[in-house]
């Protein structure tokens, strides 16, 4: 995976760097624009209600999240964390209140979600599965050459040709990871996505989770009911409860982050009494 | 390694030559009994002729070009009638599938002629349209058009509703959603009615040519009746047996090209 992530990086770069010395800032110069334009949005909730019937969902949740934050949402189920997400994503309509998304004017391709469920299309291969991702873009010249990017970040460009059905659980998620991030959102949503994983795969998507997002600088949101997932991914966990947040608590552990190290545990368990103590209320 | 080797190819290679020759064992063993026993009188001729004499009548048909041109009118009744029925009842499960007031427009009605049994109508077709080809035409369409409706109907109903919310997060159009997601979800459904109504097909076309016609398979079967022609009786019985089945397995070969996605459709 190293490797490929290595050899991902503009040929260009390298070719001008050799030759022109002009060439070479503009290459350079491109490709800071391009980091600019890749890098996450800020988003400012403010007064957010959602009721399904007579079932108020969310209570007014006021919240900001700045641009490229690693944001982990938990809470017992039912809570409304992923009405949450759902509203941040634009699939519910917003019964009162506002979601901005900073200054900038965005794109539908600019938000991402990526489900518990792979929602894989079963009868397109892997590669048309991923440029469906592209949104817009998808009948572009280039759409080939990018979902084959997107693949090899997740370490599936040997797959491309195959059918989803012959793929593991974990190999679809990362197809559907590797769909998520063929069009550079800025924000990419994600529900429970490692929710159906097992143990093992679930670690080893959780570095992969990691890894991209460092190295796109998206705004990362994650709905999850693990709360060693949250603490161990996220800068920052949110605590849901009765459609409100109950709790923000700062994740400031350095990453890499050692799995199953004291200083995580032990705000785990913070969490974990936050959320049992909730629990008790009712 | 070698051991697994050594185990597992004889298997992979006999299979699929095994299942090809198994399917048609029981065909062959009946035309065998049934030879041995007309042979040896067990059988009347009357009742029942000998396989070789049905073999022979065939013979002596395909040589007059009887046996052809009949074959020939009754296929091309069938693909027409097919074609027509399948291609009306495929827009209007699309229709319906796809638009909830054309849905509550058509589908009440739809049921209501759907419980009539399509033969039922055949006297008053004859008196519309007299023993015409319109008139074969009209109840194989007739008959085609309830399994195609249902299935595409049913098959749009039924794709997965995660996929389309999928589609329309990626910023689908309609057209793109129904290209990408909702025709392929419903193709396996769509199949199963393409394949009900081969059966239809053939069954309206037979009835149909029995009672009125002048032309086809059916109608030489009745002519052999009247001049008590019994082993063209029974040919034309052994044709139509033999027509079913390749409708039903190009149906097959189709639905392989297509569905090669479908697990159910890999290569075992």
Known sequence: ????????????????????????????????????????????????????????????????????????????????????????????????????????????????????????????????????????????????????????????????????????????????????????????????????????????MQRLLERVWRDQGFTAILVTHDVAEAVALADRVLVIDEGRVAHDVMVNVARPRERGSAELASLEGSILSHLLSADDRT | MSL??????????????????????????????????????????????????????????????????????????????????????????????????????????????????HLALIPLVILWFGIDESAKLFLVALGVFFPIYLNTLHGIRTVDPQLIEMGRIYGMSDGELFRRVIFPGALPSIFVGIRFALGIMWLTLIVAETIAASSGLGYMAMQAREFMLIDVVVLSILIYALLGKLADSASRVLERLTLSWHPAFQKR
């Not at chain 1, 490929?4 to 490709?31: I, K």
């Not at chain 2, 049905?54 to 002596?60: F, Q, R």
């Not at chain 2, 009638?81 to 849905?103: D, E, R, Y």
């Open chain 2, 4 to 117: 697994i080797d050594s185990v597992s190819l004889p298997r992979n290679f006999r299979l699929p030559r095994v299942d090809g020759l198994v399917q048609w064992i029981v065909p062959l063993a009946i035309i065998a009994i049934w030879q041995v026993a007309s042979v040896t009188g067990f059988v009347p001729v009357r009742v029942l002729p000998a396989p070789s004499d049905v073999a022979l009548a065939g013979w002596k048909l395909l040589l007059s070009g009887e046996l052809i041109r009949n074959i020939w009118v009754s296929f091309w009744r069938a693909s027409i009638g097919f074609l027509i029925g399948g291609s009306i009842g495929f827009a209007f499960g699309l229709a319906n599938g796809l638009s909830q007031l054309s849905a509550k427009l058509t589908d009440t009605t739809l049921q209501m002629v759907r419980n009539v049994p």
């Open chain 1, 1 to 204: 995976m190293q490797t490929a992530l290595r050899t991902s990086l503009p040929e260009t770069e390298l070719a001008s760097r050799a030759n022109f010395a002009p060439a070479a800032r503009v290459a350079r110069e491109d490709r800071q624009e391009r980091q600019v334009h890749t890098s996450g949005l800020p988003l400012s909730i403010r007064g957010l209600r959602k009721s399904f019937g007579d079932n108020e969902v969310l209570r007014g949740i006021d919240l900001h999240i700045p641009a490229g934050q690693f944001v982990a949402i938990v809470g017992k189920s039912g809570c409304g964390k992923s009405t949450l997400l759902r509203l941040i994503a634009g699939l519910e309509k917003i019964d009162a209140g506002s979601i901005s998304f900073g200054d900038a004017a965005i794109q539908p391709e600019d938000i991402r979600v990526m489900f518990q469920e792979p929602r894989l299309l079963p009868w397109a291969r892997v590669l048309s599965n991923v440029e469906v991702g592209l949104g817009r873009d998808r009948s572009s010249g280039d759409a080939h050459a990018r979902a084959e990017k997107a693949l090899t970040e997740v370490g599936l460009v040997d797959k491309r040709d195959q059918w989803p059905s012959v793929l593991s659980g974990g190999q679809k998620q990362r197809v559907a990871l590797a769909r998520a991030l063929v069009s550079r959102p800025r924000v990419l949503a994600f529900d429970e996505p490692l929710g159906a994983l097992d143990a093992l795969t679930r670690i080893s």
